[in-house]
């Protein structure tokens, strides 16, 4: 078992950023990649960003490329997401994911644990 927790969400202004952080717990011997999500009411969740925990390929969806950075650190076995020039569109509940299988990095089925979600929130 892998335990994710999620933090750094709120509430910014339209252009500002926010540093989201997951820690893992647990069994994370095995991890493969971790990924963010999101999901934004009455939508489905969405690929935002992922990275492999050996070797640090990274992987972003269109929408955040150039805007959003995802980074890994080993020593706190922790994944971050910087977001900088935030967007109304931005907002939705990000969870962290990490996942143990070696099919790939963009789609909810590559993931195994899940974090609880943080709400991000961008007023325009």
């Known amino acids: 078992q892998v335990q994710l927790v999620e933090s750094g969400g709120g509430s910014v202004q339209a252009g500002g950023s926010l540093r989201l952080s997951c820690a893992a717990s647990g069994r994370t011997f095995s991890t493969y990649a971790m990924g963010w999500f999101r999901q934004a009411p009455g939508k489905e969740r969405q690929f935002v960003a992922a990275?492999?925990?050996?070797?640090?390929?990274?992987a972003y969806a269109d929408s955040v490329k150039g805007r959003f950075t995802v980074s890994r650190d080993y020593a706190k076995n922790t994944v971050i997401l910087q977001m900088n020039s935030l967007r109304a569109e931005d907002t939705a509940v990000y969870y962290c994911?990490?996942?143990?299988?070696?099919?790939?990095?963009?789609?909810?089925?590559?993931?195994?644990?899940w974090g609880q979600g943080t709400q991000v929130t961008v007023s325009s």
């Open positions: 994911a990490s996942g143990r299988r070696l099919t790939g990095m963009v789609a909810t089925t590559d993931y195994d644990y």
């Open positions: 990275i492999r925990w050996s070797g640090g390929t990274t």
